[in-house]
């Protein structure tokens, strides 16, 4: 019985390893990140930050045309606040971020992909810029240390290995630990970048 029961586990073994393929690579990309409120706050007009993103992924198809892949990234989140002439006021945030994404390939090469992400906070800094000379504050006890949200988009890889994607992060979180009354603040942001497939 024991015998049967490990013949049969090494053949769905082998079986698994001929359908599913798994691929590793690497990732790095700009970031555009803004937050978005409820509603209007005196003084606030949030506006496009840039930042990057960089990291690793698995790849695994698990169907014709079909594959699930896990990604581990360093990311950058944020918003200008405020900017007037050369003065500003940003918010800087950085995560650990895990994606999880389902991923169909329409035509050779090209693929759709969605899935919920969750990212640990890391840093988040308050930075004032006055005709050149910052101020920065640490805010991340003021800033929810879990944010999660969906992303989607679409990449392209050749048959070398080298891919792009491009891809949109709406965050689900209400980032603010402080009391705000009804309005919430939320991340969102859009990945471009580079990808290598080992």
């Known amino acids: 019985m024991k015998k049967t029961l490990l013949i049969a586990a090494l053949t769905l073994a082998g079986t698994a390893g001929v359908f599913a393929q798994v691929n590793y690579g690497v990732k790095a990309g700009v970031n555009l990140s803004n937050m978005s409120l409820s509603e209007d706050v005196d003084g606030w007009d949030p506006g496009m930050l840039t930042g990057f993103n960089a990291g690793v992924f698995v790849n695994t198809e698990v169907a014709e045309n079909f594959s699930i892949q896990p990604e581990l990234l360093y990311s950058t989140a944020g918003s200008v ?30 693929r759709l992909e969605v899935g919920p992400q969750v990212g640990l906070l890391l840093s988040a800094k308050s930075v004032v810029d006055m005709g050149g000379e910052e101020v920065e504050d640490d805010i991340k006890d003021n800033t929810e240390s879990i944010d999660f949200g969906l992303t989607g988009g679409a990449s392209y890889q050749l048959p070398v290995g080298v891919g792009i994607f491009a891809r949109y992060y709406a965050g689900l979180t209400d980032l603010g630990k402080e009391d705000t009354g009804d309005v919430t603040i939320k991340n969102n942001n859009i990945a471009v970048g580079l990808t290598y497939t080992f």
């Open 81 to 110: 606040i405020a900017e007037e002439g050369d003065d500003s006021w940003k918010q800087k945030l950085s995560y650990l971020s895990l994606p999880v994404l389902a991923r169909y390939q329409l035509v050779e090469g090209l």
